[in-house]
């Protein structure tokens, strides 16, 4: 037999490996201590879907936290993310939100120790490109809704041996988004997500938003009290003026946030350099550019203030002093 017919007849098959799909209410004998795959039901996470304009997942990370800002009501150091891109769309991302202390907790309660998983899959990476439901059971299903994997309770007897979702899981590769989880994982806090931002920016966006969920959590508090001490009609009044600061703080540091990240991202290189970087506490910033060639001067007023015209520019020689006030 030559060399292409030996070729012909070798099947090629992936390595088989365990993989379970595991939902909130699943069971697992405590006594199976064999090494598996873990597929997450969409109840152990939080997403959301946004257009982010941004090339690459890693860039998209920088946003994550800011995704979620007024969706997680409990301490943000104790969240990690991962992004997802949408294959069909561009510029547009999934941002799931995972605390991993109660996803191994939730496990271990379920039969499933952490020292007998191999990688975690969120149900959102695994079931992006179907396109017709995956029967977990008689009962319950996962479809796709808007891009979005969602489990749904259902009532059918008439499924095909091929769309129950173990049968999907067996039959289809992992995909990049495997993670390992650890208790000791929430050392490794996610509160510079910004760090792949260029040059010293990256420090003021993270303590910026940092503010941003300290000033949400202080207005949740005040609202809270005002809805305890109040009991008549006068506390919507209080209510909406809350919500009003908040609307408002929200905007700002949104604004904020948005011209930080361009200044990171606006390539100066050709016509200078950005020297003394100070941001203030209330949100204002400055900075002082020296200009390589002084005829550039209006080029450069002219690119700074078509951002903004919050943008304040006095020149000083080849200086310009460089203010923005909300």
Do not use: H
């Not at 547009?92 to 998983?117: R, S, T, V």
């Amino acid at each position: 037999m030559n060399l292409f017919n030996k070729l012909k007849n070798i099947t090629f098959k992936k390595k088989s490996s365990r993989v379970d799909y595991v939902a909130k209410y699943s069971q697992f004998d405590n006594n199976d201590k064999e090494t598996r795959n873990i597929v997450l039901a969409p109840s152990f996470y939080w997403i959301k879907r946004e257009n982010i304009a941004v090339r690459s997942e890693r860039d998209a990370m920088k946003f994550a936290q800011s995704v979620f800002d007024g969706v997680l009501s409990e301490e943000f150091d104790k969240f990690k993310y991962l992004v997802i891109r949408e294959p069909t769309k561009e510029n547009m991302f999934f941002f799931i939100a995972y605390k991993p202390d109660d996803i191994l907790k939730e496990l271990l309660a379920i039969g499933i120790d952490e020292k007998n998983i191999k990688k975690i899959y969120m149900a959102q990476s695994e079931f992006q490109s179907i396109e017709s439901p995956k029967y977990i059971n008689n009962n319950r299903a996962i479809i796709s809704i808007d891009g979005i994997i969602s489990e749904i309770p259902i009532t059918t007897n008439n499924i095909n041996e091929k769309d129950f979702l173990n049968n999907y899981l067996k039959n289809s590769y992992r995909t990049k988004y495997g993670i390992k989880l650890k208790t000791s994982d929430l050392k490794n806090s996610n509160l510079l997500i910004a760090s792949f931002i260029p040059f010293a920016i990256s420090l003021y966006l993270a303590t910026d938003i940092y503010k941003l969920y300290i000033d949400i959590q202080k207005l949740q508090i005040e609202m809270d009290k005002e809805k305890d001490i109040y009991k008549l009609p006068e506390t919507s009044f209080q209510t909406e003026s809350l919500l009003k600061k908040f609307e408002n703080i929200e905007t700002e540091q949104s604004e904020l946030r948005d011209t930080l990240y361009w200044l990171s991202e606006t390539k100066f290189e050709d016509l200078g350099k950005i020297y003394n970087f100070v941001i203030a506490k209330n949100g204002d910033f400055s900075f002082k550019f020296k200009i390589k060639q002084r005829e550039k001067m209006n080029d450069i007023k002219m690119i700074i203030q078509k951002k903004s015209k919050k943008f304040n520019i006095n020149e000083n020689g080849d200086m310009l002093d460089v203010s923005f006030k909300k």
